[in-house]
């Protein structure tokens, strides 16, 4: 059974950096489209970035484009999420999610989800 884990949340400073890790213990990535996703209680999740090993892609969205960077370790266990220039309108429970055999221009409603981790951004 395929289970993500998060870390690197915690608190920091407007400006500051944080680097979330995604990993996927016992497996390789190297067929899944992987995907970071912030939820902000009484909102919706948002997607904001995706790495798809198959065809070597990235995807960012507009909020964090330029500020975001998604990457992995040359093993393919490991997916990152350099967060730079942090705003506290960044504050949310961030999880990454895993889908098999999918891009991340395919990218679907039911990823296998982690349990996330908390990112607060203080202003």
């Known amino acids: 059974e395929v289970f993500l884990v998060e870390s690197g949340g915690g608190l920091v400073q407007a400006g500051g950096s944080l680097r979330l890790s995604c990993a996927g213990p016992?497996?390789?990535?190297?067929?899944?489209?992987i995907g970071w996703f912030r939820q902000v209680p009484g909102k919706e999740r948002e997607k904001i970035s995706c790495?798809?090993?198959?065809?070597?892609?990235?995807w960012y969205a507009d909020s964090v484009k330029g500020r975001f960077t998604i990457s992995s370790d040359n093993a393919r266990k490991m997916v990152y999420l350099q967060m730079n220039s942090l705003k506290p309108e960044d504050t949310a429970s961030y999880y990454c999610?895993?889908?098999?055999?999918?891009?991340?221009?395919?990218?679907?409603?039911?990823?296998?989800w982690g349990r996330g981790t908390q990112v607060t951004v203080s202003s």
């Open positions: 790495i798809s090993f198959s065809d070597d892609s990235t």
């Open positions: 999610a895993a889908a098999f055999g999918y891009y991340c221009s395919n990218y679907p409603d039911n990823p296998t």
């Open positions: 016992g497996f390789t990535f190297d067929d899944y489209a």
